[in-house]
Each structure stands twice: as structure tokens, then as C-alpha cells.
């Protein structure tokens, strides 16, 4: 599978924006997807994953209330809208896929990554 992220930019602390993941290669619905983010100096985390049929989401605490994931196989895409975003969202931010069962908060258990978009919120 190759994902490609799109979607990042630079916003004010409050605004929002929408992150795409594309896929090709494979069938898509496949695959659970995550979303991870890196900030400079700091470890990968991650922020939001959606299981294959996209009934299950799963978010990190930071993030509840503000971010939501969803997916729409027929056009091989899974989007995060960011909402409310604060000056420590701050980060490039990963998609990834996920063939097997496993915890979806885990790095390790991603099969393929994206190549990242980086999203800037001043404060």
C-alpha cells in the first residue's frame, strides 16, 4: 500500500484543518488506518486510528473532542479533522496502515507510512 498525506499547513491557534490520506496499491478497506505526529526533538505519537469498515475510532486523550477520523473506502481515502487546534498540535503528522490485528496505539504494528504533512499552529 502507498498513502500519500496531504492537507497540512500554518493556522491560528482556534482554526482548523482537514488531513487526507490517500492509498493505492491494495485494497484498501484492508486495512486500519492511524494517524501519528512527530514534533521536533520529540518521539512519534499517536493521535487517531479508524478500523477497516471505519465503525471503531480511537483517539489520543489530548485529542478527544477536538479531532475526528473517518474514512471513505470506495475513494481510498481517511481523513482527520482537526479541530480547536493548539499551539502543541504542532507536528508532522503521519498516516499509516494496518493489516493485521493489534493495538492500534502500538508503531511497531503499522505496516506502510505515509510521508507526512507538517501542520503549524501559531499561537
Known amino acids: 500500500v502507498q498513502l500519500q498525506a496531504s492537507g497540512g499547513g500554518l493556522v491560528q491557534a482556534g482554526g482548523s484543518l482537514r488531513l487526507s490520506c490517500a492509498a493505492s496499491?491494495?485494497?484498501?478497506?484492508?486495512?486500519?488506518v492511524g494517524w501519528f505526529r512527530q514534533a521536533p526533538g520529540k518521539a512519534r505519537e499517536f493521535v487517531a486510528a479508524?478500523?477497516?469498515?471505519?465503525?471503531?475510532?480511537y483517539y489520543k486523550d489530548s485529542v478527544k473532542g477536538r479531532f475526528t477520523i473517518s474514512r471513505d473506502n470506495a475513494k481510498n481515502t481517511v481523513y482527520v479533522q482537526m479541530n480547536s487546534l493548539k499551539p502543541e498540535d504542532t507536528a508532522v503528522y503521519y498516516c499509516?496502515?494496518?493489516?493485521?490485528?493489534?493495538?492500534?496505539?502500538?508503531?511497531?504494528?503499522?505496516?506502510?507510512w505515509g510521508q507526512g504533512t507538517q501542520v503549524t499552529v501559531s499561537s
Open positions: 499509516a496502515a494496518k493489516g493485521s490485528n493489534g493495538n492500534y496505539y502500538y508503531i511497531p504494528n503499522y505496516d506502510y
Open positions: 496499491g491494495r485494497t484498501f478497506s484492508n486495512y486500519a
Open positions: 479508524i478500523t477497516r469498515s471505519g465503525t471503531n475510532t
